[in-house]
């Protein structure tokens, strides 16, 4: 959301419906980014599931129409590797490429994309480990 237009907003209200409308997560947004976490149970899994976004708005008779970018992300209950780890040397300010190994089978429905965390560890874990999460475009 545009920070600008956080101002009329105190917080957002954030609900997580199943598919027969049973709430089965909820939680507040108390910033213009921010994070929302819910386990799905597990006879829910594979179901359709709502996110629902309910503004506060901080001014009586303040409500108005409101832009934000919301982004659901999907995490399995485990990882799964996509590959064996490498073993990769690379000298100060050098690059190298590792590759990712096969795409997981994951059954995903259309518009998904599997979402990897990428780690790198120093030799003999040494220091915190780099972590990036990207998305995964076969």
Request: net charge negative.
């Amino acid at each position: 959301m545009p920070r600008d237009q956080w101002d009329d907003f105190t917080d957002f209200g954030v609900t997580d419906f199943d598919s027969t409308g049973q709430q089965v997560g909820q939680g507040a947004l108390n910033y213009a980014a921010g994070r929302h976490t819910v386990t799905i149970p597990a006879p829910l899994r594979g179901h359709p599931f709502t996110v629902e976004l309910f503004p506060a708005f901080a001014r009586d008779n303040g409500a108005h129409p409101w832009r934000a970018t919301v982004r659901v992300r999907f995490l399995l209950e485990e990882p799964r590797p996509a590959g064996d780890a490498v073993d990769v040397s690379v000298v100060p300010g050098g690059r190298s490429t590792v590759p990712l190994g096969k795409n997981p089978e994951l059954g995903l429905p259309d518009g998904f994309v599997p979402l990897v965390e990428l780690r790198v560890q120093m030799t003999g874990g040494a220091g915190a480990d780099a972590v990036r999460w990207v998305t995964w475009h076969p």
